[in-house]
């Protein structure tokens, strides 16, 4: 089969011959039809000492299942969040991570939504959303950030307001659900607009301290970004202001109940016609390179897919 590697930092990535897996017990081998491409394992990829496996989210069908495993089995459609080597033909994915994909939905449906809509739920979850509420959301055009807009505005948020790299992108988000829309270097402007109540911030770095000046008083800001950044504690003090840390992997591997009642959720709004995953473009496997420039440049509006 083919499986996308690299051997040194920054890569280049590049195609390789190896042997299908054998699953392992309470393992899934699926023949993968769609995988997602997300900003932490590109970053991974430009900043870890040293390479690891492209994984992520993945859906096909399960072609072999390993010992001990009793919710699927060989024929039947998942996506799921794998750990090890996903950008392939074929990928082992926990038997835990899996979830079913309705008949309604296709791969690239289920790539797109729930685990970047897992991401967004949790992330939402994390600011203790109270009904009436207004929420920014920065990289709001992103694969993440555009589930997050209309999981907002499904959840009962008063105002949302989308923070984005590029004013081309304004329509796009306006169409989520977004009550208004404002680019970044606009946020770092005193006056920008009214406060909001929490902030979901997928972005990090510089953008962090005007993220949180745009708080009113005890304002929530959760971080679930992998950009880092710096918060003076003064700048908490003021306002009585929170940051919360969001990651998603804790949930998966730690709250089982909790992971799988988000993704119900997840799936009963996509049913409802509630939540739409958008694709930006796909990409053949040899093209996973491309993928990745297109994710570092934050030029997609939407999700960004591979497909073996």
Request: charged letters at 20%; one cysteine or more.
């Amino acid at each position: 089969m083919r499986r996308v590697r690299y051997e040194s930092t920054g890569g280049p990535l590049f195609l390789e011959e190896v042997p299908v897996p054998v699953p392992g017990p309470g393992e899934l081998l699926v023949h993968t039809e769609a995988i997602g491409v997300t900003l932490p394992v590109v970053r991974k990829v430009t900043e870890a000492a040293e390479p690891i496996p492209l994984g992520g989210e993945i859906a096909g069908e399960v072609v072999a299942v390993g010992q001990d495993v009793t919710r699927f089995r060989a024929g039947e459609r998942v996506t799921g969040l794998c750990f090890g080597h996903g950008y392939a033909d074929f990928a082992v994915l926990h038997e835990g991570m899996a979830s079913a994909i309705p008949d309604t939905a296709s791969a690239v449906d289920a790539v797109a939504l729930v685990r970047s809509g897992l991401v967004a739920l949790g992330a939402l979850d994390a600011a203790r959303p109270e009904p009436g509420e207004a929420v920014l959301i920065t990289a709001a055009a992103s694969g993440v950030g555009h589930l997050a807009v209309q999981l907002a505005r499904a959840r009962g948020a008063g105002r949302v307001v989308g923070a984005v790299s590029d004013p081309a992108k304004g329509d796009f988000v306006r169409a989520l659900g977004a009550d208004e829309v404002i680019t970044y270097d606009h946020l770092d402007r005193p006056g920008w607009g009214d406060p909001v109540d929490y902030v979901l911030d997928a972005a990090g770095g510089e953008l962090l301290t005007p993220a949180l000046a745009a708080l009113a008083p005890d304002g929530r800001l959760v971080a679930y970004s992998s950009g880092g950044g710096t918060i003076q504690a003064y700048d908490l003090l003021v306002g009585a202001k929170s940051v919360i840390g969001f990651q998603m992997a804790r949930i998966a591997r730690g709250k089982p109940e909790l992971y799988e009642r988000w993704r119900q959720e997840l799936w009963r709004l996509f049913a409802e016609g509630a939540l739409k995953p958008s694709l930006y473009g796909e990409f053949a496997l040899a093209e996973a390179a491309k993928a990745h420039e297109v994710i570092e440049s934050r030029s997609n509006l939407g999700k960004v897919v591979l497909r073996p």
